[in-house]
T-cell receptor
Framework: SAVISQKPSRDICQRGTSLTIQCQVD?????MFWYRQQPGQSLTLIAT?????????ESGFVIDKFPISRPNLTFSTLTVSNMSPEDSSIYLC??????????FGAGTRLSVL | GQNIDQPTEMTATEGAIVQINCTYQ??????LFWYQQHAGEAPTFLSY??LDGLEEKGRFSSFLSRSKGYSYLLLKELQMKDSASYLC??????????WGAGTKLIIKP
């Protein structure tokens, strides 16, 4: 199994500011993902964090709004930039160490005022 | 397009059995996952099926029929702590996970 440490666990931010979420894994993994989950809804993939290269973003998500770093195989950050109340959500880091399993961090609960 | 369908909500009684269905239409198939998610928590892995048939793991079993694009999660001897959302996800030909909207399971005493 892979143990994921994600922080902060929650934050309340002002409109127009930025928040960086960190994800640390206890083992090296190639596949690392960032998801968003609105209350009562399922998971939406924001991007795949690629080590040593730019992240691959899904439709509706752009690098300027959600810059991602992946400096090595155990760590990644997601920044939510120029926040608005619509960005209030749970953000989840996830890793896939093998094809048949994917683990999630505990999530970051973000509220934007 | 790609689509995963599962019931929005189900109710069952403590000690009983419940079956949560999932049907899918995806571009290719590289396995189907079931996750449990308690309110306010991250999803936790329950099962992975890539071949047809039933996989049993304690009180939980998962079934897959690739020809029918169908899976179910079977929960036996229900406990109050099983109250949660259950998410079905299919890995497509690009190894992307396509997620269902989740089934909220309510267990009553």
């Amino acid at each position: 199994s892979a143990v994921i440490s994600q922080k902060p666990s929650r934050d309340i931010c002002q409109r127009g500011t930025s928040l960086t979420i960190q994800c640390q894994v206890d083992s090296q993994v190639t596949m690392m993902f960032w998801y968003r989950q609105q209350p009562g809804q399922s998971l939406t993939l924001i991007a795949t964090a690629n080590q040593g290269s730019e992240a691959t973003y899904e439709s509706g998500f752009v690098i300027d709004k959600f810059p991602i770093s992946r400096p090595n195989l155990t760590f990644s950050t997601l920044t939510v930039s120029n926040m608005s109340p619509e960005d209030s959500s749970i953000y989840l880091c996830s890793v896939r160490p093998r094809e048949n399993i994917q683990y999630f961090g505990a999530g970051t609960r973000l509220s934007v005022l | 397009g790609q689509n995963i369908d599962q019931p929005t909500e189900m109710t069952a009684t403590e000690g009983a059995i419940v079956q949560i269905n999932c049907t899918y239409q995806t571009s290719g198939f590289n396995g189907l996952f079931w996750y449990q998610q308690h309110a306010g928590e991250a999803p936790t892995f329950l099962s992975y099926n890539v071949l047809d048939g039933l996989e049993e793991k304690g009180r939980f079993s998962s079934f897959l029929s690739r020809s029918k694009g169908y899976s179910y999660l079977l929960l036996k001897e229900l406990q109050m702590k099983d109250s949660a959302s259950y998410l079905c996800a299919v890995m497509d030909s690009n190894y992307q996970l396509i997620w269902g909207a989740g089934t909220k399971l309510i267990i009553k005493p």
